[in-house]
Every structure is written in structure tokens, then in C-alpha cells.
């Protein structure tokens, strides 16, 4: 990845141009305990555009990154690119369209030793009880950093300092869909059926992702989740529903 950095007092981005058919915007703000405003604004603004050529836009912690068809696109991307930027952020001085609206998503997650494997020896290593551990992991309102690993596994942050657990030194086999997973100072859902190093200590009975539903997959970057614990039985009432692995 090469900068072409243009950077003037008004501008919140650097522009990259990646490779020949995609162009990087990222934050001059550094990373926080979520994604900018302004980044999430600044997707919402380019999908709004409908920009000939666009074919993806991929948000991902303190950048975005603008996927295009060469062959449709403006032959001048970095010229493009600034352009854009100066559009959005003339809008965005006018209108305070930097406070970019945020879906809340509420998990339903089963914090049963049956399904989370790790939880037990989570507490112990947390020196929490099983309560403590639940507690402090489902209170918390998570943000959606990006997507990535499997199609719709979401890393999320941050997570409490006290129940941040390091990966297994040797990954699981097979990890089941549903598992609610810690992993340093990020959570995550595992979408379907996958080896995986992360500490389970639980399971949603939601399908995360489905090839046969437009959106793909429940989260996206930027969301705010919430999980909240419910009883075995209740898991396994509404996964005999869901059709999860």
C-alpha cells in the first residue's frame, strides 16, 4: 500500500490508492474503543452517492476501503478520491451529518458450562466466579470493529480487562455455530461450523449468517451489541427453531 497523501487542516482522512482497484480512507484520529463517527458517516454518505463503478465498501476499525470496477470507474481515482472527501466533508460541516445513526442488536446467549466450554476455566483464570465472568461479559454494549475469518464472524470490542482471555495454543477442531468466543480484548460469534482458538464460553441460538438472505449476515461494522443471558432451556427452544449447527 502506497500513500499519495494529500492532508489538509480540514481533512479527518489520508487517501491510499490500493493496488488498481480499490482506494483506502483512513483516519487520522487513531484507533478508540469504536469506530469514528465520521468513518460511519462517510460510508452512509458514499452509499448514498451510488457512484458508478463502486462494487464494494469495506469498513474495517480506522479505515475504509472502497472497492471499484477499473472499467467503469473514474479514470482518475486519487483526483476522484479527494474530491469525494471534500463533498463529504463540506456536508458534514453543514449538517453535523458526522453523528452517523448505530443499529443496536441485542444476542440472545446461553452462558451454560454445556456450551461454553471455557467458561469454567475462564472464571478460574479471570478469578471471577461463573456469575462474575457472565456478569461482566453481557453487560457491556460491544461495537462491531469489522468482519472477517468466516463470512459474517464479527470482532467486536472491547472487552472488560478482567475476563480478556488469550487464544488456545492449540486451536479446536471443530468449533460449533452459535459459540460466543473471547479472544484477547475482543468477542466474537463464530458463524457456522469452524476450526477455531478463541475461549467459548457460550452460545446464541440466532444464525448468524445465511447464504440465502440478501443481507448475508446479521451484523455489520459499526453496530452496537448487546448480549443477554438466557437459561439452557430457553437455547435450546428458540435453536430448534433456527436451524443452527
Known amino acids: ?28 484520529t487513531g484507533l478508540h474503543d469504536g469506530i469514528d463517527h465520521n468513518l460511519l458517516a462517510f460510508n452512509q454518505f458514499i452509499t448514498d452517492e451510488k457512484i458508478k463503478g463502486v462494487r464494494d465498501i469495506i469498513l474495517a476499525y480506522d479505515t475504509l476501503t472502497l472497492i471499484y470496477d477499473i472499467l467503469s470507474f473514474d479514470p482518475n481515482p486519487y483526483l476522484f478520491a479527494n474530491h469525494l472527501l471534500e463533498k463529504f466533508l463540506a456536508i458534514s460541516t453543514n449538517t453535523n451529518a458526522s453523528k452517523a445513526d448505530l443499529r443496536c442488536i441485542e444476542i440472545p446467549v446461553c452462558y451454560d458450562p454445556s456450551l461454553g466450554f471455557d467458561l469454567s476455566d475462564a472464571a478460574i483464570k479471570s478469578n471471577l466466579s461463573i456469575e462474575a465472568l457472565i456478569q461482566q461479559h453481557s453487560e457491556k454494549v460491544y461495537t462491531v470493529y469489522c468482519l472477517g475469518f468466516l463470512p459474517g ?45 478463541w ?46 449447527d
Open 1 to 28: 500500500m502506497v500513500s499519495l497523501g494529500m492532508q489538509s487542516q480540514r481533512s479527518i482522512f489520508q487517501i491510499q490508492l490500493l493496488g488498481d482497484h480499490a482506494i483506502v480512507f483512513k483516519t487520522t
Open 199 to 244: 475461549q467459548i464460553i457460550g452460545r446464541t441460538p440466532l444464525k448468524i449468517f445465511d447464504p440465502n438472505t440478501a443481507t448475508l449476515t446479521l451484523f455489520k461494522a459499526g453496530d452496537q451489541v448487546k448480549f443477554n443471558p438466557i437459561s439452557l432451556e430457553l437455547f435450546h427452544q428458540l435453536n430448534a427453531h433456527q436451524d443452527v
Open 153 to 197: 464472524f464479527a470482532y467486536m470490542g472491547n472487552v472488560p480487562k478482567s475476563i480478556q482471555l488469550p487464544r488456545h495454543a492449540s486451536p479446536r477442531t471443530n468449533v460449533l455455530a452459535g459459540s460466543v468466543g473471547i479472544a484477547g480484548k475482543q468477542t466474537g460469534i463464530y458463524p457456522m461450523k469452524s476450526p477455531g482458538g
